[in-house]
């Protein structure tokens, strides 16, 4: 196979899509198009755009290839998502939106049948954030088009099937709290069978496997002048994580941000989870469970800007000594459904006449603040690398850093550049795109911040 030295990569999150170029000896990112992930309300349910989107990366793959050129293509993408495709490969139902939430008697009969945390280490989830739930809901509400329904698949290998016409399934997205896997011993869960859906599974395939080229019409539509792979995928935490397996001894955390904060553990294991507070077991791009954590962080910082208008970056540093100073605070959740204090609703302490600038200054501490609730609850231990748009949050990043050297030897590296995902979706072509290397963050110093930490800390118990 001829050497790969520039690959695109289709980059699908839950609010945005991208396709980007990266060059494979710099890890630059040489061109990206961009667009929404939209969904669409109806019919049946709440769904994903398919069509939309394959058309947006028809028309972004001809650009690129025709302004940078690539030589392989591979893909990332959200969790909790499946494509349920009839006997001629189109869609028997439509791509289910994960927030979309059940009726009580749906969610009950699924409770019955759902395995246990000790079998697959994935708790239960609002809506359908259990891929489990979504497809008990289609096959339970509407039995007759899932009736049609012949193949399976995870998400990024739906858009290597669009590509391809090859089937598959992974393990990083079938390992990402679908109720499907089981992370200890790599098969899937007895769930399938409880579904009677073991038969409809592609088989599954390495995040790593070239499952095939482009198909020749689309790549004559693309104006490929030659064959191009398109490699498997993998989820899109998983790809953030997958540059740091590659290149750096355990123990270690990444916490990798966009819509969801996910917080890896990297060398830690897996008996002290509690499916309670959104902790769980992910699978690597090797097949290997990894604690994890999460909660809705970004979502969350977008509806707080929302309500409180732009973030004053310039004004965070005196904003945060104030807000410590006087105790103000904000308690979860702010998107309710996930993370490690479930059942909370926002609270806002001491903030009665604060400007926007110390409102702003309590959400920085918090989202740091439930960042490292995330990584206690996973025992992550050694330094922390922060991916993603909050590796750009100076503010926040100083505050997290603050709050883990507190307790040790545990310093934060923040990774510019282009996100992690997409450099993780580029090694499964083998390549290695360079990285900058990170200096550790320096650490907030504000007096009163452990206390604060303490109240902050009390009040959720």
Same mark, same amino acid.
């Given at each position: 196979?001829?050497?790969?030295?520039?690959?695109?990569?289709?980059?699908?999150?839950?609010?945005?899509?991208?396709?980007?170029?990266?060059?494979?000896?710099?890890?630059?990112?040489?061109?990206?198009?961009?667009?929404?992930?939209?969904?669409?309300?109806?019919? +049946?349910?709440?769904?994903?755009? @398919?069509?939309?989107?394959? #058309?947006?990366? &028809?028309? $972004?793959?001809? !650009? *690129?290839?025709?302004?940078?050129?690539?030589?392989?293509?591979?893909?990332?993408?959200?969790?909790?998502?499946?494509?349920?495709?009839?006997?001629?490969?189109?869609?028997?139902?439509?791509?289910?939106?994960?927030?979309?939430?059940?009726?009580?008697?749906?969610?009950?009969?699924?409770?019955?049948?759902?395995?246990?945390?000790?079998?697959?280490?994935?708790?239960?989830?609002?809506?359908?954030?259990?891929?489990?739930?979504?497809?008990?809901?289609?096959?339970?509400?509407?039995?007759?088009?899932?009736?049609?329904?012949?193949?399976?698949?995870?998400?990024?290998?739906?858009?290597?099937?669009?590509?391809?016409?090859?089937?598959?399934?992974?393990?990083?997205?079938?390992?990402?709290?679908?109720?499907?896997?089981?992370?200890?011993?790599?098969?899937?869960?007895? +769930?399938?069978?409880?579904?009677? @859906?073991?038969?409809?599974? #592609?088989?599954? &395939?390495? $995040?790593?496997? !070239? *499952?095939?080229?482009?198909?020749?019409?689309?790549?004559?539509?693309?104006?490929?002048?030659?064959?191009?792979?398109?490699?498997?995928?993998?989820?899109?935490?998983?790809?953030?994580?997958?540059?740091?397996?590659?290149?750096?001894?355990?123990?270690?955390?990444?916490?990798?941000?966009?819509?969801?904060?996910?917080?890896?553990?990297?060398?830690?294991?897996?008996?002290?989870?509690?499916?309670?507070?959104?902790?769980?077991?992910?699978?690597?791009?090797?097949?290997?469970?990894?604690?994890?954590?999460?909660?809705?962080?970004?979502?969350?910082?977008?509806?707080?800007?929302?309500?409180?208008?732009?973030?004053?970056?310039?004004?965070?540093?005196?904003?945060?000594?104030?807000?410590?100073?006087?105790?103000?605070?904000?308690?979860?959740?702010?998107?309710?459904?996930?993370?490690?204090?479930?059942?909370?609703?926002?609270?806002?302490?001491?903030?009665?006449?604060?400007?926007?600038? *110390?409102?702003?200054?309590?959400?920085?501490?918090?989202?740091?603040?439930?960042?490292?609730?995330?990584?206690?609850?996973?025992?992550?231990?050694?330094?922390?690398?922060?991916?993603?748009?909050?590796?750009?949050?100076?503010?926040?990043?100083?505050?997290?850093?603050?709050?883990?050297?507190?307790?040790?030897?545990?310093?934060?590296?923040?990774?510019?550049?282009?996100?992690?995902?997409?450099?993780?979706?580029?090694?499964?072509?083998?390549?290695?795109?360079?990285?900058?290397?990170?200096?550790?963050?320096?650490?907030?110093?504000?007096?009163?911040?452990?206390?604060?930490?303490?109240?902050?800390?009390?009040?959720?118990?």
């Amino acid at each position: 196979m001829s050497t790969i030295s520039r690959i695109a990569v289709l980059d699908i999150g839950k609010t945005n899509a991208k396709v980007l170029v990266l060059d494979c000896a710099t890890g630059a990112e040489l061109s990206v198009r961009r667009r929404p992930n939209r969904v669409l309300s109806g019919p +049946l349910y709440p769904h994903y755009d @398919i069509e939309a989107l394959w #058309a947006f990366f &028809r028309e $972004a793959l001809a !650009a *690129l290839y025709a302004e940078t050129g690539f030589d392989a293509i591979s893909i990332t993408t959200h969790g909790a998502s499946g494509v349920l495709l009839d006997a001629e490969g189109g869609l028997a139902l439509p791509v289910l939106d994960y927030e979309h939430t059940y009726s009580a008697e749906i969610r009950a009969a699924y409770a019955s049948l759902r395995p246990p945390f000790a079998e697959t280490f994935s708790p239960a989830l609002s809506g359908g954030l259990n891929l489990g739930a979504q497809i008990h809901y289609q096959k339970t509400v509407f039995a007759d088009a899932f009736a049609r329904v012949r193949t399976i698949l995870t998400y990024p290998q739906y858009w290597a099937f669009r590509l391809t016409g090859i089937a598959a399934n992974e393990v990083t997205s079938l390992g990402c709290h679908t109720d499907l896997w089981q992370p200890a011993t790599g098969t899937f869960s007895s +769930l399938l069978d409880r579904l009677g @859906i073991r038969e409809k599974m #592609a088989p599954v &395939r390495s $995040a790593f496997d !070239a *499952l095939g080229p482009v198909l020749p019409a689309l790549a004559a539509e693309l104006g490929l002048a030659r064959p191009v792979p398109v490699y498997c995928g993998i989820h899109d935490s998983n790809a953030s994580l997958l540059p740091h397996l590659v290149g750096r001894d355990a123990p270690f955390a990444v916490v990798s941000t966009g819509t969801w904060v996910i917080s890896f553990g990297v060398g830690g294991d897996l008996q002290h989870l509690d499916p309670a507070r959104d902790t769980l077991a992910n699978v690597d791009a090797y097949g290997r469970a990894v604690p994890s954590s999460r909660f809705m962080g970004g979502r969350e910082f977008e509806m707080l800007a929302a309500e409180l208008g732009p973030y004053p970056a310039d004004e965070m540093r005196p904003a945060l000594a104030e807000a410590v100073r006087d105790g103000v605070m904000l308690l979860p959740n702010v998107a309710e459904g996930s993370g490690p204090f479930p059942g909370r609703a926002r609270t806002w302490l001491n903030a009665e006449g604060c400007d926007t600038r *110390l409102r702003w200054a309590a959400a920085t501490l918090y989202l740091a603040l439930m960042t490292e609730a995330c990584l206690d609850l996973i025992g992550a231990d050694g330094p922390a690398l922060v991916e993603g748009p909050f590796a750009a949050n100076p503010a926040y990043l100083a505050t997290l850093s603050a709050l883990l050297v507190a307790r040790g030897d545990r310093p934060v590296l923040a990774l510019s550049g282009s996100t992690g995902t997409a450099h993780g979706a580029a090694l499964l072509a083998g390549t290695r795109p360079a990285q900058e290397p990170a200096d550790p963050v320096r650490p907030l110093a504000v007096e009163g911040l452990e206390a604060y930490r303490s109240t902050w800390r009390a009040r959720l118990t």
